[in-house]
Nanobody
Framework: QVQLVESGGGLVQPGGSLRLSCAASGFALYYYVIGWFRQAPGKEREGVSCISGNGGSTKYTDSVKGRFTMSRDTAKNTVYLQMNSLKPEDTAVYYC????????????????????WGQGTQVTVSS
């Protein structure tokens, strides 16, 4: 059974950092693309970043480039989102999602591409 569990959210001041974790179970990361999405109050869910199954490529939405870094630890079957220089507009519930694809396949930050979703973790950036 595929399961994704996010953690690491919280309250942080502008300019601060957080590292989100997405612990995967029931599958090996190599066979799945993983995406991070977020949904702010009153807004649609949007793609933040994604990583291919073989870890060879990552993508970021323009608003987080240079500030967020997605990585993974295959031994722990966990994917991370390191978020630096956080801004109030980064406030949202962050979700990780997974979809089975060939290891070398490019990922996309499109919700409809993903079948499996975690429950989300709240990130609040405020002074």
């Amino acid at each position: 059974q595929v399961q994704l569990v996010e953690s690491g959210g919280g309250l942080v001041q502008p300019g601060g950092s957080l590292r989100l974790s997405c612990a995967a179970s029931g599958f090996a990361l190599y066979y799945y693309v993983i995406g991070w999405f977020r949904q702010a109050p009153g807004k649609e869910r949007e793609g933040v970043s994604c990583i291919s199954g073989n870890g060879g490529s990552t993508k970021y939405t323009d608003s987080v480039k240079g500030r967020f870094t997605m990585s993974r630890d295959t031994a722990k079957n966990t994917v991370y989102l390191q978020m630096n220089s956080l801004k109030p507009e980064d406030t949202a519930v962050y979700y990780c999602a997974a979809e089975i694809l060939p290891a070398q396949a490019m990922c996309r930050m499109i919700m409809e591409d993903y079948t499996y979703w975690g429950q989300g973790t709240q990130v609040t950036v405020s002074s």
